[in-house]
């Protein structure tokens, strides 16, 4: 299958800082990408849906200036979550997708585990 | 509204005893269904997908799953338990273009 590459998979970063996760398609051109956020010991909570040049889509309730996505060429996506609090400490994933056909499928990414202290 | 519902929260089996998850879904058209496996901090693994067709699908692992559409169900099954099997499977819906709604998630456990 297709490689998704996500990093850091790890960060720690303190109150107020801003983090970056970039989220990469290694062997295909990834039209769309698709951020999702993952609270301990829940389910995969989807945030928002980015094609590449143009805004982010995002879903209900998540803030577009704290979580700041770009996805400037077909092959990276980033997320930049701003001014960053303990609450968002969480563990982000991302997918990507080329959506060229029906019966596809979307490659997920590692995960970064996000610490706010 | 979409979603995907997981009954089960937490199972524990028996190494090298059967073991179904359950899996609903409620979607308006005939939807493209996942089933992923989670070890804990890690990123997700694909177990198998049903897009069309045979309604029974063969996954990594010795998984399969069954899509019943009078029952809006894909249930995972495995025959036979081993302890590495232990870990958290998602059950996920695809709402159009690879944008993926998700159950709750059961978490396995597997006694010796």
């Known amino acids: 299958g297709a490689v998704v590459s996500q990093h850091p998979s790890r960060v720690i970063c303190k109150s107020g800082t801003s983090v970056k996760i970039e989220c990469r398609s290694l062997?295909?051109?990834?039209?769309?990408m698709f951020w999702y956020r993952q609270f301990p010991k829940k389910s995969l909570m989807l945030m928002a849906t980015s094609n590449e040049g143009s805004k982010a889509t995002y879903e209900q309730g998540v803030e577009k200036d704290k979580f700041l996505i770009n996805h400037a060429s077909l092959t990276l996506s980033t997320l930049t979550v701003t001014s960053a609090h303990p609450e968002d400490s969480s563990f982000y994933i991302c997918?990507?997708?080329?959506?060229?056909?029906?019966?596809?499928?979307?490659?997920f990414g590692q995960g970064t585990r996000l610490t706010v202290v | 509204a979409q979603s995907v519902t997981q009954p089960d929260i937490h199972i524990t089996v028996s190494e090298g005893a059967s073991l179904e998850l359950r899996c609903n879904y409620s979607?308006?058209?005939?939807?493209?269904l996942f089933w992923y496996v989670q070890s804990p901090g890690q990123g997700l693994q694909l177990l198998l997908k049903?897009?069309?067709?045979?309604?029974l699908v063969q996954g990594i692992k010795g998984f399969e799953a069954e899509f019943k559409r009078s029952q809006s169900s894909f249930n995972l099954r495995k025959p036979s338990v081993h302890w590495s099997d232990a870990a958290e499977y998602f059950c996920?819906?695809?709402?159009?273009?690879?944008?993926?709604?998700f159950g709750t998630g059961t978490l396995l456990a597997v006694q010796p």
């Open positions: 997918s990507a997708s080329d959506a060229q056909g029906v019966n596809t499928e979307a490659f």
């Open positions: 979607y308006g058209a005939t939807p493209y």
């Open positions: 049903y897009f069309s067709g045979d309604t």
């Open positions: 062997d295909f051109q990834a039209t769309t």
């Open positions: 996920a819906v695809d709402l159009w273009g690879n944008k993926l709604i």
